[in-house]
């Protein structure tokens, strides 16, 4: 028997009960355009771009005017939806092409509805998907400062973050 056999069969002979589910907070209460609002306003303070979609502008005009020369090198995402709090945006790799899109765009959008914004990440845990094999909370670009506290874009991830709030969906 290996050292790694016996270490799984001790784990496996402690019968370690399950932990109790989390207690989550009461959600608390606020109208969807205060918690875009909210949302928008981190999400400037975090480096990145967000706008709403009005009724009757097309998609791909939006995301042309936001990207502007650097549409060759951007990736668009769905987001599932959105957290007030802190401005990021739940991604599932069950929503991408491949995995590694996330963190190979100079340039992201994702793009939401407008209706799947929530207050507090912990409202978010309560809409995580339950059978997801893999997801990503976004909130910006890519920082990293080394240092000398020179700060970097895109160093792990894309340069610019845009996130677009679809009212039609």
Not at 109 to 121: G, Q
């Amino acid at each position: 028997m290996t050292a790694r056999d016996a270490i799984l069969s001790a784990i496996r002979a402690a019968a370690v009960p399950a932990a109790p589910p989390a207690h989550l907070p009461p959600t608390p209460t606020a109208p969807i355009d205060d918690l875009c609002d909210a949302f928008l306003r981190v999400l400037t303070e975090v480096g990145g771009q967000g706008v709403v979609r009005t009724d009757g502008q097309p998609m791909d005009s939006l995301i042309a005017e936001l990207l502007g020369p650097d549409r060759q090198h951007a990736i668009v995402v769905r987001g599932r939806f959105a957290v007030a709090e802190n401005a990021a945006v739940y991604v599932d790799a069950a929503d991408l092409s491949a995995r590694n899109d996330i963190v190979r765009a100079e340039h992201l959008v994702v793009i939401v509805p407008f209706s799947a914004i929530v207050p507090t990440m912990h409202e978010a845990m309560r809409l995580m998907p339950a059978h997801s094999a893999c997801g990503w909370f976004l909130s910006g670009p890519s920082k990293t400062a080394d240092i000398e506290q020179s700060l970097v874009f895109g160093a792990q991830g894309s340069r610019t973050h845009r996130v677009v709030f679809d009212r039609g969906t």
